[in-house]
């Protein structure tokens, strides 16, 4: 009982690995996600910053590092699962949070237990550290299925999951930095020499542009 064991499981988060049961050319872990995804944030939030939003720095990068904290207990679930219905989605929070918190009890001394509390909540609120978060997530999760779609795996999956995390990204439109992504990122990954894939830029201008007209 206590941090040795927050500790030690630290490194059970590099054996869960991200979009279990199809097949994949990489594997990537739910470790090497969050510490992907706390690089995007520091990105993103860094934009923001230079275009006079006041961030919070701490909240930010500790949203980032402990989002997926609780795939510890419950692995990781498809997207289009966990998403399926509201209520579902819903259910699977109820769960992780229970079982945090009762890891929490368990584990963690009194002293520490309500700041790691706050810390293993859901990150992705409407403050603009959990948009950034929320944004970063799916940023990754885009560029997990393109490396896919780029060495030529077949599985139909990836297109389905590129196209979910762009759509996201684009609703956070309003944001500074995610029209960075996509007037400068973005348009430098489907420009790319080595970009064989025409589907891949047929989807994106397809989502961008159907995104234009909404403004």
Known sequence: MGIHKYFQ??????????????????????????FKVATIVQFLATVEAENGQNIDWKTVYEKA???????????????PVKYALPKLRELFSQ??????????DKEFPEPFRSE?????????????????????????????????????NPEPLFFQIYKEALSSIIQFNDMVSVRYFIDVILKEMIEEEITSHTRI???TLHLLKDDLHRH
Request: hydrophobic share 30%; net charge negative.
């Open 95 to 104: 769960v992780e949070g229970s079982m945090t918190q009762e890891y929490l």
């Open 9 to 34: 499981s630290l490194s059970d988060l590099e054996g869960i690995y991200r979009c279990p049961g199809v097949f994949k050319y990489q594997e990537h872990s739910v470790a090497s996600h969050s």
């Open 116 to 152: 790691y509390e706050a810390r293993f909540k859901e990150g992705k609120d409407r403050s603009l550290e959990g948009r950034i978060l929320a944004v970063a997530d799916k940023i990754d999760l885009l560029y997990e299925s393109y490396g896919e779609i780029q060495k030529g």
């Open 201 to 203: 830029k047929s989807i």
């Open 65 to 79: 590092i402990n989002h997926d904290y609780s795939e510890l207990f419950t692995g990781d679930i498809k997207t």
